[in-house]
């Protein structure tokens, strides 16, 4: 059975009043699809407004280039299945084996908040089924909850993008709330690695890597886990 991988993306391309623009960050999109694709996982691209999602151009600079993000500008199919998102309230939880939350700034605005979304998230963490999110991508737990009605992130190991790497980027007064602060506010155990090293956390089901270069780890710990 070939099995069936969701990455959710942000459809948020507003840097708060900045006049800037944001969105997903490249390389936390293209690490882990290039992962999935190449273990010969389906995989479903989806977004709030569905469509082409808005990148972040800040992860188009050449210092922010990978082989995935080389591979992924070489990739007409690839671009093809990003510009056409099937819309988040589409889809079933049901229908997924695995989630995968890609960061970027966006999704602090729009997935953080959105009901979809949530309702998502905790069908997928209650039925076990794998749920990884990266960088700003934990912001998105902000209002899930646990079955038992307490917060999803709550006496369970987290990581996120940190207050420091924040700091690095000059967003710490710029974005609606911090990933690591929210992290903790709800509980999480949230521990981290040095700043921009890869760091990913496993917690059953529940798998969060900190900054872009945990992208590719945290879809193998996926792959593991779906076996």
């Given at each position: 059975m070939?099995k069936?991988?969701?990455?959710?993306?942000?459809?948020?391309?507003?840097?708060?009043?900045?006049?800037?623009k944001?969105?997903?960050?490249?390389?936390e999109?293209?690490?882990?699809?290039y992962?999935?694709?190449d273990?010969?996982?389906?995989?479903?691209?989806?977004?709030?407004k569905?469509?082409?999602?808005?990148?972040?151009?800040?992860?188009d600079?050449?210092?922010?280039?990978?082989?995935?993000?080389?591979?992924?500008?070489?990739?007409?199919?690839?671009?093809?299945?990003?510009?056409?998102?099937?819309?988040?309230a589409?889809?079933?939880?049901?229908?997924?084996?695995?989630v995968?939350?890609?960061?970027?700034?966006?999704?602090l605005?729009?997935?953080a908040?959105?009901?979809?979304?949530?309702a998502?998230?905790?069908?997928?963490?209650a039925?076990?089924?794998?749920?990884?999110?990266?960088?700003?991508?934990?912001?998105?737990?902000?209002?899930?909850?646990?079955?038992?009605?307490k917060?999803l992130v709550?006496?369970?190991?987290?990581?996120?993008?940190?207050?420091?790497?924040?700091?690095a980027?000059?967003?710490?007064?710029?974005?609606?709330?911090?990933?690591?602060?929210?992290l903790?506010?709800?509980?999480?155990?949230?521990?981290?690695?040095?700043?921009?090293?890869?760091?990913?956390?496993?917690?059953?089901?529940?798998?969060?890597?900190q900054?872009p270069?945990?992208?590719?780890?945290?879809?193998?710990?996926?792959?593991?886990?779906?076996?």
């Amino acid at each position: 059975m070939t099995k069936k991988i969701l990455m959710v993306l942000t459809s948020h391309d507003q840097l708060g009043d900045t006049g800037k623009k944001t969105g997903f960050w490249l390389e936390e999109f293209a690490a882990p699809y290039y992962v999935f694709k190449d273990a010969g996982v389906q995989i479903t691209l989806a977004s709030p407004k569905g469509g082409q999602p808005p990148l972040d151009p800040k992860s188009d600079d050449p210092g922010a280039q990978t082989d995935a993000t080389r591979r992924f500008k070489a990739d007409t199919d690839a671009q093809k299945v990003l510009a056409n998102t099937v819309v988040l309230a589409s889809v079933r939880a049901e229908d997924f084996d695995a989630v995968f939350y890609p960061g970027g700034h966006g999704p602090l605005w729009d997935l953080a908040e959105d009901a979809q979304s949530i309702a998502l998230i905790e069908k997928t963490f209650a039925a076990g089924k794998p749920l990884a999110l990266v960088c700003h991508a934990p912001g998105v737990l902000r209002h899930a909850k646990a079955p038992d009605g307490k917060h999803l992130v709550a006496g369970r190991k987290v990581t996120g993008f940190t207050n420091t790497e924040e700091e690095a980027v000059q967003l710490t007064k710029i974005v609606p709330f911090l990933v690591e602060d929210m992290l903790k506010a709800n509980g999480g155990q949230y521990s981290k690695g040095a700043d921009w090293a890869p760091y990913v956390l496993t917690e059953g089901n529940l798998i969060t890597g900190q900054n872009p270069a945990s992208s590719e780890q945290g879809a193998h710990a996926v792959l593991q886990q779906l076996g």
